[in-house]
Protein backbone atom coordinates (compact mmCIF):
# COMPACT_ATOMS: atom_id res chain seq x y z
CA UNK A 1 0.00 0.00 0.00
CA UNK A 2 1.17 3.22 -0.77
CA UNK A 3 0.30 7.11 0.31
CA UNK A 4 -2.51 8.68 -2.12
CA UNK A 5 -3.50 5.08 -3.61
CA UNK A 6 -7.06 4.72 -3.81
CA UNK A 7 -8.95 1.49 -2.75
CA UNK A 8 -12.01 -0.13 -2.22
CA UNK A 9 -12.86 -1.54 1.33
CA UNK A 10 -15.04 -3.05 3.46
CA UNK A 11 -14.67 -1.63 7.33
CA UNK A 12 -15.24 -4.49 9.85
CA UNK A 13 -14.74 -2.94 12.45
CA UNK A 14 -14.22 0.01 14.31
CA UNK A 15 -11.29 1.52 16.37
CA UNK A 16 -11.03 2.94 19.91
CA UNK A 17 -10.57 6.70 18.39
CA UNK A 18 -13.96 5.56 16.40
CA UNK A 19 -11.83 5.13 13.54
CA UNK A 20 -13.50 2.12 10.52
CA UNK A 21 -11.10 -0.54 10.39
CA UNK A 22 -10.88 -2.27 7.30
CA UNK A 23 -8.84 -4.75 5.72
CA UNK A 24 -7.45 -5.19 1.99
CA UNK A 25 -5.33 -8.49 1.36
CA UNK A 26 -3.87 -8.87 5.17
CA UNK A 27 -3.41 -5.15 5.21
CA UNK A 28 -5.02 -3.46 7.79
CA UNK A 29 -6.77 0.20 7.15
CA UNK A 30 -8.08 2.57 9.88
CA UNK A 31 -10.36 5.05 8.15
CA UNK A 32 -11.76 8.08 9.44
CA UNK A 33 -15.72 8.75 8.77
CA UNK A 34 -16.41 5.00 8.31
CA UNK A 35 -18.69 2.97 10.17
CA UNK A 36 -19.16 -0.88 10.16
CA UNK A 37 -20.67 -2.25 7.31
CA UNK A 38 -19.39 0.76 4.82
CA UNK A 39 -17.81 -0.58 1.81
CA UNK A 40 -15.87 2.93 0.91
CA UNK A 41 -13.74 4.17 -2.02
CA UNK A 42 -10.70 5.45 0.26
CA UNK A 43 -7.76 7.37 -0.14
CA UNK A 44 -4.67 6.31 1.94
CA UNK A 45 -3.11 9.25 3.97
CA UNK A 46 0.03 6.95 5.77
CA UNK A 47 1.24 3.78 4.88
CA UNK A 48 3.18 2.07 7.32
CA UNK A 49 4.71 -1.45 6.82
CA UNK A 50 2.06 -3.92 8.17
CA UNK A 51 -1.21 -0.66 8.68
CA UNK A 52 -2.10 2.23 7.47
CA UNK A 53 -4.38 5.33 7.79
CA UNK A 54 -7.23 6.39 5.46
CA UNK A 55 -10.04 8.87 4.74
CA UNK A 56 -12.98 8.12 2.59
CA UNK A 57 -13.55 9.13 -0.64
CA UNK A 58 -16.73 7.80 -1.33
CA UNK A 59 -19.15 5.64 0.00
CA UNK A 60 -20.03 2.65 -2.69
CA UNK A 61 -22.76 0.85 -0.05
CA UNK A 62 -23.01 2.59 2.95
CA UNK A 63 -23.65 0.82 6.00
CA UNK A 64 -27.40 -0.32 7.44
CA UNK A 65 -26.68 1.03 10.88
CA UNK A 66 -25.77 4.38 9.26
CA UNK A 67 -28.01 7.03 10.68
CA UNK A 68 -29.25 10.27 8.40
CA UNK A 69 -28.45 13.27 9.94
CA UNK A 70 -31.71 15.26 11.77
CA UNK A 71 -32.29 18.81 10.12
CA UNK A 72 -34.57 21.35 12.07
Avoid: H, Q, W
Wanted: hydrophobic share 40%; with cysteine.
Amino acid sequence: MKKNEKIIVTIEDIGVNGEGIGKVEGYTLFVKGAVIGDVAKVKVLKAKKTYGYAKVEELITPSPDRVAPKCP
